[in-house]
Nanobody
């Protein structure tokens, strides 16, 4: 069984920074992709940043230059460093992990709330 657990969300003021962490545990081995998505009520879940093995990270236009995704493969952990936060970054942030062995397996965390407000 595989678990994906996010942490690091919270309430911050505009312009401040926050770092999210996500760790995959259990019977998971060949992690191909780790990424962050976010969702606000009434809207679709959207990609924030993704890190695929062997390629450069990709970012949503809205966060380019402010957010940085990084992976620690040994720890099966992905981070999202969020700088210069804006109220429009307020959302529930979800971690997505894709494992590729004989098939592709897609795992999601439970989400962590990020609120940016004065």
């Amino acid at each position: 069984q595989v678990q994906v657990v996010e942490s690091g969300g919270g309430l911050v003021q505009p312009g401040e920074s926050l770092t999210l962490s996500c760790t995959a545990s259990g019977t998971i081995s060949s992690i191909y992709y780790m990424g962050w998505y976010r969702q606000v009520p009434g809207k679709k879940r959207e990609l924030v940043a993704g890190a695929t093995s062997g390629t450069s990270p990709n970012y949503a236009d809205a966060v380019k230059g402010r957010f940085t995704i990084s992976r620690d493969n040994a720890k099966k952990t992905v981070y999202l460093q969020m700088n210069s936060l804006k109220p429009e970054d307020t959302a529930v942030y979800y971690c997505n992990v894709i494992e590729v062995t004989d098939h592709a397996y897609d795992y999601w965390g439970q989400g962590t709330q990020v609120t940016v407000s004065a």
